[in-house]
């Protein structure tokens, strides 16, 4: 069970990056997955999640700049991620939970998922 997470790099404050997190060893189709991040000295905070039957969920302070989708046939689920600006600058991970509706119960916590794999920085400058 592995999670790969790709598609961050630099790019300027206002600017747009579309990050995908894929899947091996387990279908997401029956998980709820979620996308967290940590920036240099702070905790890892939950981002956006998507729960088995498409419902979304996400952080106050992201919320209508980043949109999370599933693609069950790829296997793969992706956050698009708009409007940036530089307190967005993080490593970004993505995690699985075999429950429909963590996210809706738990809210989106770091401790509510697994099968964490290595992250993709994202810099936005200013």
């Known amino acids: 069970v592995q999670l790969q997470a790709s598609g961050g790099g630099l790019v300027q404050a206002g600017g747009s990056l579309r990050l995908s997190c894929a899947a091996s060893?387990?279908?997401?189709?029956?998980?709820?997955i979620a996308w967290f991040r940590q920036a240099p000295g702070k905790e890892r905070e939950g981002v956006a999640c998507i729960s088995t039957t498409d419902t979304a969920y996400y952080a106050d302070s992201v919320k209508g700049r980043f949109t999370i989708s599933r693609d069950n046939a790829k296997n793969t689920v992706t956050l698009q991620m708009d409007s940036l600006k530089s307190e967005d600058t993080a490593v970004y991970y993505c995690?699985?939970?075999?429950?429909?509706?963590?996210?809706?119960?738990?809210?989106?916590?770091?401790?509510?998922?697994?099968?964490w794999g290595p992250g993709t920085l994202v810099t936005v400058s200013s």
């Open positions: 995690g699985a939970r075999d429950q429909n509706n963590v996210c809706g119960v738990y809210g989106i916590q770091p401790g509510s998922f697994g099968s």
């Open positions: 060893g387990f279908l997401i189709h029956y998980f709820s």
